[in-house]
C-alpha cells in the first residue's frame, strides 16, 4: 500500500488543523493506520492508531482530547483531527499502515509499521 499524508502548514496556537492520509494499492480496510510525528530535534513518537474497522482508537496521552483519528474506508483515506493546537505540536506528521493484530501494544511500536507515507509538516506559532 503507498500512503500520502497531507493537510500540514502553519496555524496559531489554538487553532485547528485536518490532516488526511490516503492510500492506494491493496485493499485499504485490511491495515491498521496510525500517526507519528517528529518534532525537531526529538525522536519520532506515537501519536495516534485506529483499527481496521475504525472502532477502536488510542492516543498518547499529550494529545487526548485534542486529537481525533478517524477513517474512511470507502474513500481509502484516514484522518487526523488536531484542535487546539499547541506550539510544542510542531512537527513533521507521519502516517503508516501495518497488518496484524490491532492493539495498543503494536500500535505504538514504529517498527510495527511496514507502510510509510512521506510526511507533512505542522507548525504552531505560539
Known amino acids: 500500500v503507498q500512503l500520502q499524508a497531507s493537510g500540514g502548514g502553519l496555524v496559531q496556537a489554538g487553532g485547528s488543523l485536518r490532516l488526511s492520509c490516503a492510500a492506494s494499492?491493496?485493499?485499504?480496510?485490511?491495515?491498521?493506520l496510525g500517526w507519528f510525528r517528529r518534532a525537531p530535534g526529538k525522536e519520532r513518537e506515537f501519536v495516534a492508531a485506529i483499527n481496521l474497522s475504525g472502532d477502536s482508537t488510542y492516543y498518547t496521552d499529550s494529545v487526548k482530547g485534542r486529537f481525533t483519528i478517524s477513517r474512511d474506508n470507502a474513500k481509502n483515506t484516514a484522518y487526523l483531527q488536531m484542535s487546539s493546537l499547541k506550539p510544542e505540536d510542531t512537527a513533521v506528521y507521519y502516517c503508516a499502515a501495518y497488518e496484524g493484530e490491532s492493539s495498543r501494544y503494536y500500535f505504538v511500536q514504529p517498527y510495527t509499521y511496514d507502510y510509510w507515507g512521506q510526511g507533512t509538516l505542522v507548525t504552531v506559532s505560539s
Open positions: 494499492g491493496r485493499t485499504f480496510s485490511s491495515y491498521n
